[in-house]
């Protein structure tokens, strides 16, 4: 989740730079070649990030329904066998889990 987040504030900030170089009064991005080729670059590496977070989400989202499932079918309560206490049983990975979904919603 990490990398999906670092991935989407980079993209914004080269976004603010583009913005800035387009909203130029002389807009050299679409009058020049060379404005013309800093552009399609940009676009290029958009895509390149954009994709990257969409195989980071899947990799991601594979694993979590995986462990996420397997836990998710134990028992919300189990019988300590030293104490004869009975305790919830709920997985830190599912609290990791929660955390990185949070994480991504924001």
């Known amino acids: 989740a990490g990398a999906i987040k670092w991935a989407r504030a980079l993209l914004a900030r080269t976004k603010q730079t583009m913005n800035r170089l387009q909203s130029t009064e002389e807009e050299i991005i679409r009058t020049t070649e060379s404005g013309q080729a800093v552009e399609?670059?940009?676009?290029?590496f958009a895509k390149s990030v954009m994709a990257f977070e969409k195989r980071c989400f899947s990799s991601w989202n594979e694993s979590i329904?995986?462990?996420a499932m397997t836990h998710l079918k134990q028992p919300i309560f189990?019988?300590?066998?030293?104490?004869n206490r009975v305790e919830v049983n709920f997985h830190s990975d599912l609290i990791q889990i929660i955390r990185e979904t949070r994480y991504l919603d924001r």
Not at 40 to 44: D, E, G, L, N
Not at 78 to 83: F, M, Q, S
């Open 78 to 83: 189990r019988r300590n066998a030293e104490t």
């Open 65 to 67: 329904n995986s462990v």
């Open 40 to 44: 399609a670059k940009f676009r290029t």
